[in-house]
């Protein structure tokens, strides 16, 4: 299967600092998706993008197919953001997501 | 945004028993997925369902576990004896159509605790 490594593992910010969380694959992708996962643990879509740049409010989302990666960058954080970050990721065959091991932001305020 | 629904939200159990997990997909969509998440780990993929058979699945769905598709709207996910070990959260997500490459929508997720 594909690996997908994240980074960094966690990370503590300040209310109001900017933060980027990187994945990468180490395959070709047909599909890339950033969630979000809540203190309720429900997972919430924030990306569809296997490539090129989105933008969602404070949020914008960065894939490079061609060097496999994908960054995440949030602007402005609120204690709201906390939680953990999953990248996951869909090969060019087969019908499955792989996830990462996901980013844990504690934002305090 | 369209949403697929899980039932129930948390579902305790004793080891040994059954338990049925149930989730609605979205109504136009093709195909259906169940995941899981032991606590403090990633995501796992379990099974992907299609044209009303299994198109693929993972180590981890052995032959404890099934899905069915018993009629047009429900997908549920069954694992036959429970073990302390199959405790997690299960998600059910479902796509539209996997040629166009768009989007999973995934379900709020199944808490199981086996007792």
């Known amino acids: 299967g594909i690996q997908v490594e994240q980074s960094p593992p966690d990370l503590i910010l300040q209310e109001g600092a900017n933060s980027t969380l990187r994945c990468n694959f180490s395959d070709s992708v047909n599909n890339l998706q950033w969630f979000h996962q809540n203190p309720w643990g429900q997972l919430i879509n924030l990306f569809y993008?296997?490539?090129g740049t989105k933008q969602n409010g404070r949020l914008s989302a960065t894939t490079v197919a061609t060097e496999r990666y994908s960054l995440l960058y949030i602007s402005s954080s609120q204690t709201t953001d906390s939680g953990v970050y999953f990248c996951a990721v869909e090969g060019t065959t087969g019908n499955q997501f792989y996830f990462g091991t996901g980013t844990s932001l504690t934002v305090i305020p | 945004e369209p949403e697929v629904t899980q039932t129930p939200s948390h579902q305790v159990t004793q080891m040994g028993q059954e338990v049925i997990l149930r989730c609605v997909p979205i109504?136009?969509?093709?195909?259906f997925y169940w995941y899981r998440q032991i606590l403090g780990q990633k995501v796992e993929f379990l099974v992907s369902?299609?044209?009303?058979?299994?198109?693929?699945k993972s180590e981890i769905f052995d032959d404890q576990f099934s899905v069915e598709r018993p009629d047009g709207s429900n997908f549920t996910l069954k694992i036959r004896s429970t073990k302390l070990e199959d405790s997690a959260m299960y998600f059910c997500?479902?796509?539209?159509?996997?040629?166009?490459?768009?989007?999973?929508?995934f379900g709020a997720g199944t808490r199981l605790s086996v007792l």
């Open positions: 109504s136009n969509h093709l195909y």
């Open positions: 997500a479902s796509r539209e159509d996997r040629l166009a490459k768009n989007i999973q929508y």
């Open positions: 369902f299609y044209n009303n058979e299994i198109s693929e």
């Open positions: 993008i296997p490539s």
